[in-house]
């Protein structure tokens, strides 16, 4: 085998830069800004969410630079031409950075997934789309699909050896390198590594593989014995559970959506990567799988539809539902061209994915505008039907809802919440929601949403906040007791509080508090797992959790000793009611002031305070 020598590795470098400047200053940016994050990572919201939307809106640039160039290099355009759209594509990033915060919306980290597979696909087909070269677009995905798979393996195997190095480092010489080293390692080894090298291995000669008849023989033997097997046991699955439920009329479950999608998925995939092979003498039944395919795949979109229908009938859409709609619509689409067309253009699958992914992302048919406008008005409509509805605006809570409506409810808040923020109820709400939005962003008055206050706990206290507005009870939602005194145990001599020469002490009320703080530079943050009886704590890189349930069962125990009287509260040590975590830097106790279960042994409440000792 003969090696590269190093004027030809210089050389290629060379090339990679001019061909591709644009994308390479996008990698470096990215880069940079994912060193920065890792580096004050929990130190400053603000400075999280610079160094968070340039490291997202580099991928785009990245990518987006990549489509740019290879149409530009199709189409022969000239050098004023070519840098005229790399400066427009700038200009749009640029916009998309200040419009986009994930860290505040998490719809946005969604719009940004969906804008980064709308740009790897546009890749896929940016040299080849109108010019009808459907053997030039499958020749060159598969060479920059191997070239990215061959990228990935060699970054690994150095991150692996340089990791390791670094590691022996620590040992043997007792240096005092942090996870922080690894991870950086790894973002500038996948940053500029894995993207030069793949960069390198882009095809130079875009409209001569036309002419190329390579077909690699293990991808033939991977589709015809992996692929095309996979996506038949999928099918007879389907067809066999759609004619149950036709014959049951029962509601299709609703993981049979996914089901779906994947037979989809993998047939598609499937059809692809035969492609050039397809109509070979020797492969007659790669033909014949696929036209069966389009045939089959016609119940199981009709499936599907049901499947969601269904169900966006009963509680509305969300942005799962609307994605299961628009998918079912492209497949009904794609279907439909393949059975009727005799071109055969395999480019229309990521072209019209391409677009639909796009549509989707902003404007009013848009997934998350039109989820937030259907659960807005399930909302109302639940608030109508408990009579506390005043014109189109919902208020606190009249009539008592039954366990069903009330869960509803809180999801809706919830997801109302969580996807798009308080001011998602501004058209539905008497009060200003940025007005409570600004009073809540802070942890006393001096603290401010760029201080060290997460994002989480902040959408937690919303939540609260719109609990009690709107009269909401969680508790009733979950079907636990509203009379928590029932199995109440407190501390005895419980407003005097032993520190233990602690030096910092925090309150934690659960499950209504996130407790977050920053410690010596790092953050703490507690919280209460759902629906478990356990404590999540976080402390740097380090997490550990408080189990509860052994604790319980003791109280419990303790309850039936002393054969209390209704309502009456156990009192017990406060050894009993600490529980002590260790931490790289820092000792930690939880010492609970009361505790609240019900008769399933589920934790309901508890207060408690946080006493905490830095190690020197």
Not at 214 to 236: D, E, M, R, S
Not at 370 to 378: F, H, P
Not at 489 to 496: G, K, R, T, V, Y
Not at 527 to 546: C, D, H, T
Request: charged share 20%; proline share 3%; net charge neutral.
């Amino acid at each position: 085998m003969k090696f590269p020598s190093l004027s030809t590795f210089v050389n290629s470098i060379k090339n990679v830069l001019s061909r591709f400047p644009f994308e390479i200053g996008f990698a470096f940016l990215g880069t940079i800004a994912a060193t920065v994050y890792i580096e004050i990572s929990d130190l400053n919201l603000t400075a999280e969410s610079i160094c968070m939307r340039l490291i997202l809106i580099a991928n785009l640039g990245l990518v987006l630079s990549l489509s740019v160039t290879l149409f530009s290099e199709s189409y022969s355009n000239s050098f004023p031409k070519k840098y005229l759209l790399r400066v427009l594509l700038l200009f749009i990033l640029t916009g998309l950075f200040f419009l986009i915060d994930p860290l505040k919306r998490e719809t946005d980290f969604f719009r940004f997934i969906l804008l980064a597979l709308a740009a790897h696909l546009s890749v896929s087909f940016a040299a080849y789309f109108g010019k009808g070269h459907v053997n030039a677009f499958w020749q060159f995905n598969r060479v920059i699909f191997l070239r990215f798979l061959i990228g990935g393996i060699y970054s690994a195997a150095l991150f692996l050896g340089l990791a390791a190095a670094v590691g022996s480092m620590n040992f043997l010489f007792n240096f005092n390198f942090d996870w922080d080293t690894f991870a950086i390692l790894w973002v500038w080894i996948v940053g500029i590594f894995q993207t030069v090298f793949f960069l390198s291995g882009v095809p130079t000669n875009l409209n001569g593989l036309e002419k190329d008849t390579t077909y690699p023989h293990g991808l033939k033997i991977f589709t015809q014995f992996v692929l095309i097997p996979l996506a038949t046991v999928y099918a007879i699955i389907l067809l066999a559970y759609e004619a149950k439920i036709m014959l049951e009329w029962e509601l299709p479950k609703g993981l049979v959506s996914n089901l779906i999608l994947g037979y989809a998925v993998f047939g598609l995939l499937s059809l692809l990567l035969i492609y050039p092979i397809r109509n070979q003498d020797e492969n007659k039944w790669l033909k014949t799988f696929s036209r069966s395919f389009y045939y089959v795949l016609i119940p199981l979109i009709l499936l599907l539809l049901w499947a969601v229908l269904a169900r966006v009938i009963d509680y509305g859409i969300t942005e799962e539902r609307y994605f299961l709609i628009i998918l079912a619509a492209w497949l009904t689409f794609i279907n439909a061209y393949f059975l009727i067309s005799k071109s055969q253009n395999i480019m229309i699958i990521p072209f019209s994915l391409c677009l639909l992914t796009i549509i989707s992302v902003y404007g009013p048919q848009g997934a998350f505008s039109t989820s937030r406008r259907s659960q807005i008005n399930e909302l109302q409509e639940l608030f109508r039907n408990h009579g506390s509805l005043d014109g189109d605006k919902i208020i606190s809570l009249k009539l008592k809802p039954g366990k069903e409506d009330m869960s509803r409810m809180i999801n809706i808040v919830d997801y109302l919440v969580n996807m798009h923020g308080i001011e998602s109820f501004r058209p539905i709400l008497k009060r200003d929601p940025g007005i409570i939005q600004d009073s809540l962003l802070s942890v006393n008055s001096e603290k401010k949403y760029d201080s060290i206050t997460s994002n989480w706990e902040i959408k937690s206290r919303q939540k609260l906040w719109l609990y009690t507005y709107l009269n909401l009870k969680p508790d009733d939602a979950s079907g636990s007791k509203l009379n928590l005194g029932t199995n109440r145990a407190e501390a005895f001599n419980m407003d005097l509080l032993p520190l233990n020469e602690a030096d910092y002490m925090l309150p934690l009320s659960v499950p209504s508090d996130t407790l977050s703080n920053i410690i010596d530079s790092r953050k703490l943050l507690i919280s209460r797992v759902a629906n478990q009886n356990k404590l999540k704590v976080i402390y740097g890189p380090e997490e550990k959790y408080v189990i509860l349930d052994t604790l319980i069962n003791q109280l419990e125990m303790e309850f039936k000793k002393q054969k209390l009287a209704d309502k009456q509260d156990l009192q017990v040590s406060r050894e009993l009611l600490s529980k002590n975590l260790e931490f790289n830097g820092l000792s930690l106790q939880i010492v609970f002031n009361r505790i609240n279960f019900n008769d399933n042994k589920d934790l309901l409440s508890a207060d408690a305070y946080v006493l905490i000792k830095l190690k020197n």
